[in-house]
């Protein structure tokens, strides 16, 4: 079956940086576009990143120029490396996959960002 598992999520500084992982199995990793969400709370969970088949990539306007998306085929891995990080960064962070016609989800990994 369709797994997702993230990690890498923690208690940062304003400006500092984490690299967050999604391992993901069950299903040809490299022909699906894989997606990064965010949920902060009392809010919605929101599009963060985007990084295509062919590797061309999508960010909201919130993260452009701080956040990188990027992926390892041979890993079957999903990566979005965070830098500048501000305190409004502070959610739970999900990844994401449209796989035979559903969407799955992983768990999520809490990104803290505090002094």
């Known amino acids: 079956q369709v797994q997702l598992v993230e990690s890498g999520g923690g208690l940062v500084q304003p400006g500092g940086s984490l690299r967050l992982s999604c391992a993901a199995s069950?299903?040809?990793?490299?022909?699906?576009?894989m997606n990064w969400y965010r949920q902060a709370p009392g809010n919605q969970r929101e599009l963060v990143a985007v990084?295509?088949?062919?590797?061309?990539?999508d960010y909201a306007d919130s993260v452009k120029g701080r956040f990188t998306i990027s992926r390892d085929n041979a890993k079957n891995t999903v990566y979005l490396q965070m830098n500048s990080l501000k305190p409004e960064d502070t959610a739970v962070y999900y990844c994401?996959?449209?796989?035979?016609?559903?969407?799955?989800w992983g768990k999520g990994t809490l990104v803290t960002v505090s002094s």
């Open positions: 994401n996959a449209f796989v035979y016609d559903m969407h799955y």
């Open positions: 069950g299903f040809t990793f490299s022909t699906y576009v």
């Open positions: 990084i295509r088949t062919g590797g061309s990539t």
